[in-house]
């Protein structure tokens, strides 16, 4: 029986009173098992391997960044708290990046928690320092959450005692309610409303960075007041937002019509004076041409083809040589006397026999 055969062998077989007689594998197939079990048990040992050089990183992360934000916390708690506006600001940043990064290694602190459950089942000597020092890193992770939230409280009663952010607030609600009045008073149909519109659009956008600032603190420090002071200066900072970016769209909104309005009117302007120029050059054009028949002619002459002008042409000459015979023979005839006899002549003798007469009279002329 070959190797094959050994491998595909039943290991079972049936008897004769219908019960399953198992036998024992045959000697090839308990070295292949051997050798799948040696496989299993190698790669189970990479695996664990990997998890516990996974688990000495993150924890060595946890433990050196925690060994740096304590100081910084107890620092920052020791600290006096801000009465300006600036200082205030300043140190909401600082709590928001300091949220940031809690929150990065709260993912990490809670993958080693997570690792660490596969080794903590057995015992050993790695293993108790193993717990030692997850012991640790969890109880300086309490005492620097506990800093945090004790930091953020210190700000949150620094904010409702500062008398800068409550002066911001009111300053702020009594602007906006002046600039939502002006924008109610101002009229579309108004000469200078364009120029008021943009003046309040650019007031109320120079308040946009201080409105935010606002709102950053009322959303880290302000979100879970239980105060009655606290309450209120969250509820007007809600208010103060929303009033700003109403006003704005509303602004922008009527900037909007307003412009189109405006586009409306110039072109009905641009149409009346492009008609307007056109009749004044349509007159133009007619009193030109009518104050002279050359320019007509002119305009008839370009307007004939190529063709037909060079007819014309022809014809005008040839009948320009024609009017030319005819008014030489026209000449002529009124130089040809009426008679044969010389005009001129039968004047001057008609005279000198109405003159020789009158030389005989000395006295004076003859009585008629």
Known sequence: MTTRKWRTAQVCYRGNNGNLISCSPCVPCRKHSARLGDRIYQANIEDILEQWHKLNCELCDVTSWLSRV??????????????SMQDLEA??????????TFNSHKCLMMSVNLRSHHFLRTD????????EVLGSASHSWAQA??????????????????????EAL??????????????HDVSIY????????DMLREELQSRLHQVSALQEISSLLLVE???EEGLEAKEKVNVIRNKLQLLLQKVAAQL?????????????DCREWSLALKLSSQRMQTSMWRSTGLRQFVCLWSSFPLARRDVFSRLLRAAFSIHLLVLVLLVLVLLVPLSDQDHSCMLSNNFARSFHPMLHYTNGPPPT
């Open 70 to 83: 304590l100081p910084e916390l107890e620092r920052l708690q020791r600290m006096a708290p801000p009465t």
């Open 91 to 100: 140190q909401i940043r600082k709590l928001k990046e300091m949220q940031r």
């Open 124 to 131: 050993g000597t790695e293993l108790q320092e193993l717990q």
């Open 145 to 166: 959450c506990s800093a945090l939230e004790n930091w953020q409280r210190k700000l949150y009663h620094a904010v409702l005692q500062c008398q800068e952010f409550h």
């Open 170 to 183: 009111g300053s702020l609600l009594l602007l906006l309610s002046e600039a939502e009045k002006k924008l």
């Open 190 to 197: 108004r000469t200078p409303a364009p120029l008021k519109r």
């Open 225 to 227: 007041a239980t105060s």
């Open 256 to 268: 909007g019509s307003l412009q189109e309005v405006l586009v409306d009117l110039l072109q009905n």
